[in-house]
């Protein structure tokens, strides 16, 4: 079951520098923040007060050790620090914000607390050097990551695998979008009426399917992104009438279609494009009980615990 618990934070939460330490030990200390804003997403001071308030009293006791996975320049990792942990495990892969969360830690003067594996936070390196029991795991994947069916899939398997590294009163948590939704590719039939197979396209797909000719290569900005798509699935979508002229000149595209590049009969007379549909993916976790949701306006942090044995 999902229990979802709205927030009075706003909805429009402020990202911008400097991100700092709220409380504990490092009480408004400012952390460096990486040269391009864009590299990370950093966690809103009022969410994060949010996360630690609800984990009052499980790392109280001076030997709680956290995972902060996509650690980015290490600012809830840090924030467990002050506030008591006896030791962080930070997961990042970008080299240049790895040199900015090593900068910060030494600022700090937390080196012996604190340990970094440079890596992807969801290979098997990443899990294999983390430590054991875990108190608490953070996640904080991108935002793009878990809005695709293959890449939300390949998260909730790491979560998975950390929450079996949990101590009994420890929690996995789960940052992401809200709502998260996955969209749903329409059912197309052949001319038979059978279901035509298809694959799921990532944008990372979409992205490298640039049509073959120099042109295209020299400006892959101009990439059309719905015949990409219909390169990868094998499915010709219809056109829309603007794109008849261009058609009509592109004998590729009309082969592609099976189209009489002279017949505009045949592109008006194509089906309805199906309706876009979206769906929410399961939450839930084979070997966990929850997730319990608090949501912040556009983001959801989901904290499970490890079911245990009956």
């Known amino acids: 079951m999902v229990f979802l618990h709205d927030s009075i934070i706003p909805t429009q939460a402020t990202y911008d520098p400097p991100m700092r330490i709220i409380a504990g030990e490092f009480r408004r200390r400012v952390l460096l923040g990486p040269k391009d804003a864009s590299t990370t997403r950093p966690i809103p001071d009022r969410v994060k007060e949010s996360i630690f308030n609800i984990l009052r009293g499980h790392f109280d006791d001076g030997q709680a050790v956290f995972v902060d996975a996509f650690a980015g320049t290490g600012a809830f990792g840090l924030e467990a620090i002050s506030r008591g942990a006896a030791r962080c495990h930070f997961i990042e892969q970008n080299r240049d914000v790895v040199k900015v969360l090593r900068t910060n830690i030494e600022t700090l003067d937390c080196e012996d607390r604190c340990d970094v594996f440079q890596g992807d936070a969801l290979g098997a390196g990443a899990l294999a050097s983390s430590p054991r029991p875990i108190t608490v795991a953070f996640l904080d994947p991108p935002y793009l990551l878990v809005q695709e069916p293959i890449g939300y899939r390949r998260v909730m398997a790491q979560l998975q695998q950390?929450?079996?590294l949990l101590t009994d009163d420890g929690f996995a948590i789960l940052r992401t979008p809200w709502p998260l939704q996955h969209e749903v590719v329409p059912q197309v039939l052949d001319q038979s009426g059978s279901p035509i197979p298809q694959r799921?396209?990532?944008?990372?797909?979409?992205?490298g399917m640039v049509k073959?000719?120099?042109s295209?290569?020299?400006r892959p900005q101009s990439m059309d992104m719905r015949r990409a798509e219909e390169q990868l699935t094998g499915v010709v979508g219809p056109r829309a009438s603007s794109d008849l002229a261009k058609g009509q000149e592109d004998p590729d595209v009309d082969a592609a279609e099976g189209v009489d590049s002279g017949n505009e009969d045949a592109h008006t007379m194509a089906a309805p494009a199906p309706k876009?549909?979206?769906i929410m993916p399961s939450l839930l976790l084979p070997n966990a009980t929850g997730p319990e949701t608090h949501t912040y306006g556009t983001m959801a942090v989901h904290m499970y615990m490890k079911k245990r044995a009956q």
């Open 216 to 218: 295209w290569r020299r």
């Open 162 to 164: 950390y929450v079996d």
């Open 276 to 278: 876009v549909e979206y």
């Open 212 to 214: 073959k000719g120099r």
């Open 200 to 207: 799921e396209v990532s944008a990372k797909d979409k992205r």
